[in-house]
């Protein structure tokens, strides 16, 4: 059988966004919202686009630049899962999706995080934003920095929770990058796969308003988002095999068309791609000159996640490149080599490779040094 090339799935993945395509089993399928977007997590590499940088009102998709941020704050140790905040006026006051919080009410993060993610609750999102920074204005600020730190070009954030404001904008794309970056933190799918909680010691109960998770293999989350100026829209991510897909879809007629459009996405992804991770090479010894040791060990941290065509990641070549003319002194840690990954010539990612020990250059206190040691030992 002939394999289809890279080329081909991508106008493949492409014709899928605008009329019946390709999916996981080969059924018809169509992506009837007018922007979206399908994203590999790993990379960032958009496998699937339409209208991708359109600006447009995200409702409740807002949360996950809230929910960031909320991370990071924890993160930074500014904030804890048991703390109990206080619920201001104003978060009392927002109208749309809440929990119906109370002035004064108290709640823990933990429970404030959990309405946020499955209920959806403006007033819960409020609440965490003050306790960020202070006020929600002030965290709305920070939003925007953020989204600008994260490549948001097309994103105008004026309020924490999504509800209709003028100039509150944001794109497929963008939803994508930071969708991305709130998944580095494992810990958003112990909400975002909750089918059912509850808050107020069982007396208020949530139900998940994101119908994957019980219907489509793999999925890990991510926020669903609806208004009157925004339609339906999601940002809906899901884990095969070592690779987690990012769909979003913007502005759909109807919450089953959001649902249909992000599965349709997912299984386009899943369908023609895969995430190779290649093995560490045996490094060795690199000659060194000018050093008191002759050569200095080689190592390789972290390396790339390649995304390829589906069965292609046995073809991908390794290439392993030298600092020319590596003299000492060298540093633990210093970069003295590359290895890069190719496929069909396209460069998919690239590892440093440093010294594992540091090599001192010979000088006259440096060889006295040693020729003393060695007699000490020797005695």
Request: with cysteine; proline share 3%; net charge negative.
């Amino acid at each position: 059988m002939k394999r289809i090339g890279r080329k081909t799935i991508a106008l493949l993945l492409a014709a899928a966004l605008a009329l019946p395509g390709l999916s996981a089993q080969g059924a018809e399928a169509s992506v009837t919202a007018p922007a979206a977007v399908l994203m590999e997590a790993s990379t960032g590499r958009v496998l699937a686009e339409k209208e991708p940088h359109q600006q447009r009102p995200c409702a409740s998709i807002t949360k996950v630049m809230t929910l960031l941020l909320t991370f990071e704050a924890m993160e930074a140790g500014k904030l804890s899962l048991t703390d109990t905040l206080t619920a201001s006026a104003h978060a009392a006051s927002m109208g749309g999706s809440d929990i119906w919080l109370e002035e004064g009410e108290q709640m823990t993060v933990d429970d404030l995080i959990k309405a946020t993610v499955i209920m959806s609750a403006n007033d819960a999102a409020v609440v965490l934003a003050e306790a960020v920074s202070g006020s929600e204005e002030a965290f709305v600020a920070r939003m925007n920095e953020r989204a600008k730190e994260l490549g948001m070009a097309d994103t105008v954030f004026q309020n924490c929770n999504g509800l209709d404001e003028e100039g509150h904008v944001t794109s497929a794309y963008d939803v994508a990058l930071m969708s991305r970056a709130l998944l580095r933190f494992e810990k958003i799918r112990d909400y975002t796969l909750a089918w059912m909680d509850s808050v107020r010691n069982g007396e208020t109960q949530l139900v998940n308003t994101n119908k994957l998770i019980r219907s489509y293999q793999g999925i890990t989350g991510l926020k669903t988002g609806t208004t009157s100026q925004a339609g339906s829209c999601i940002a809906a991510t899901a884990e095969r095999d070592g690779m987690e897909l990012i769909a979003v879809v913007l502005g759909a007629d109807s919450t089953d068309h959001r649902f249909q459009d992000a599965a349709a996405l997912l299984d386009c992804g899943f369908a023609g791609w895969e995430v190779a991770r290649p093995q560490p090479p045996q490094l060795g010894e690199v000659p060194v000159a000018g050093g008191m040791e002759t050569t200095v060990p080689a190592q390789v941290g972290d390396l790339p996640s390649l995304l390829v065509e589906k069965g292609q990641g046995e073809q991908v070549e390794e290439e392993v490149t030298w600092q020319p003319d590596l003299t000492a002194p060298i540093t633990r840690g210093q970069t003295i080599g590359r290895i890069t990954y190719r496929l069909d010539g396209e460069t998919l990612g690239e590892a440093a490779i440093t010294a594992g020990a540091a090599v001192e250059a010979v000088t006259f206190f440096a060889a006295f040094r040693s020729l003393w040691q060695a007699v000490l030992t020797w005695c």
